[in-house]
Structures are given as C-alpha cells and as structure tokens.
T-cell receptor
Framework: DQQVKQNSPSLSVQEGRISILNCDYT??????FLWYKKYPAEGPTFLIS?????DKNEDGRFTVFLNKSAKHLSLHIVPSQPGDSAVYFC????????????FGKGTKLSVIP | NAGVMQNPRHLVRRRGQEARLRCSPM?????VYWYRQLPEEGLKFMVY????????ESGMPKERFSAEFPKEGPSILRIQQVVRGDSAAYFC?????????????FGDGTRLSIL
C-alpha cells in the first residue's frame, strides 16, 4: 500500500534548467511533507519541508509546492547543478508530533553538465 | 564528524546466523529510529527508541527482530536466524526531539547481505 507515490523513477535535466520532481499521496492524514536527498552509499539528508496549511515553501534554489485538493506536491530546483544529481525522496508525516516518516520510492535526478 | 555513525557499513551473513547492527546517534540526540530499505524501494520505518525504552516497534517484524538502546553505548538492531529476504540496507536516524520540526538525521546505513 503505497501512501506516497513517486511515479517517475528517473529524470534527466540539463545544467542550469529547472528540475521538477513530482509526488502524489493517498493518505489524507498527512500534515507535513518533507523532501530528502540521497547520494549513493550515503544516508538521506533533509532538504526542505512544507506544512499542509501552506501551498509553497522556498529555500534558496529549492521550492516545494503543495496542492492539497489534488494530493500532489512537487519540488522545483532552479537552476539545476551537477551536484544536485541524487535520489530524491518525498516523505509524508502525520501530525507535528509524529516521528514516523513514510517514504516514496524516490526519483533519481541526473543533471547533465 | 558528529553525525550519526553506523557500523558495520557492510555485513555478510549466512542463512541462520545472527546479524547485529549498531548505531550511535548524533551528540545530544536521545531519539533513535531504524528504517529498512529493500532494493528499488523507499525506506520503511521499523522502530523508534529512546534511552532504555522502545517507544514504537509497529514497523518491525514480530519474529527474529529486536532493538535496544541501552543507557550506555549505541543502539543495536538484532536479527536472529537471518533469511535471504533480510538482505537490505538498514538506516538509523536520530533527532533531538521526536517532532517533525526536528528533522531526523540519518547515518550512511548498513548493507546486509545474506548468502
């Protein structure tokens, strides 16, 4: 039962262009969404989060958009850099006091120089 | 490096043996979480521990798996009588508080291979 779905296993983008990573969720109880980034042979690292009461959160080159009615969120990276090449996980969390992270399967982003 | 430390990085076991995975949280973090990642899958929550207490083990298989976080020393994830299906990457994370506003910091994982 995939509560968080990342339907694109991979994405290739030219350096300097925009990367858009998509995520859909089925669990209406999620109150927060996180994005984690993972390099090969390393653990995931936290990137950015958004509360379900917001529709946008921005941090430097990274912006996350949330469309609650469509149960859809996306991560935008502008401009994309070769160092952004990694697997990106969309994560759902139920409640501010929750600790259980529900991960999607991830999207592998390749930024081509 | 004051990050989450996991060892060993790679562990090979034969079917029926025991596997012990260790995790030292970041300094100042008393909340530890274990996740498992099967090939081509996302990470799945297994267990949440605080010092000497298991808070939530709802994601952990009921048999053969156990976890502890003693007063002194690292957290241990123990798998008894391993089977081929236990082959996966096991990640430990820690946080200062168990809330979404305190992101979990992950270690680099232990890759367990069962022969």
């Amino acid at each position: 039962d995939q509560q968080v779905k990342q339907n694109s296993p991979s994405l290739s983008v030219q350096e300097g262009r925009i990367s858009i990573l998509n995520c859909d969720y089925t669990n209406s109880m999620f109150d927060y969404f996180l994005w984690y980034k993972k390099y090969p042979a390393e653990g995931p690292t936290f990137l950015i989060s958004i509360s379900s009461i917001k529709d946008k959160n921005e941090d430097g080159r990274f912006t996350v958009f949330l469309n609650k009615s469509a149960k859809h969120l996306s991560l935008h990276i502008v401009p994309s850099q070769p160092g952004d090449s990694a697997v990106y996980f969309c994560v759902g969390v139920r409640g501010a006091g929750s600790y259980q992270l529900t991960f999607g399967k991830g999207t592998k982003l390749s930024v081509i120089p | 490096n004051a990050g989450v430390m996991q060892n060993p990085r790679h562990l090979v076991r034969r079917r029926g043996q025991e596997a012990r995975l260790r995790c030292s949280p970041m300094k100042g973090h008393s909340h530890v979480y274990w996740y498992r990642q099967l090939p081509e899958e996302g990470l799945k929550f297994m267990v949440y521990l605080q010092k000497e207490n298991i808070i939530d083990e709802s994601g952990m298989p009921k048999e053969r798996f156990s976890a502890e976080f003693p007063k002194e020393g690292p957290s241990i994830l123990r798998i008894q009588q391993v089977v081929r299906g236990d082959s996966a990457a096991y990640f430990c994370a820690s946080s200062e508080l168990a809330t979404v506003n305190q992101p979990q910091h992950f270690g680099d994982g232990t890759r367990l291979s069962i022969l």
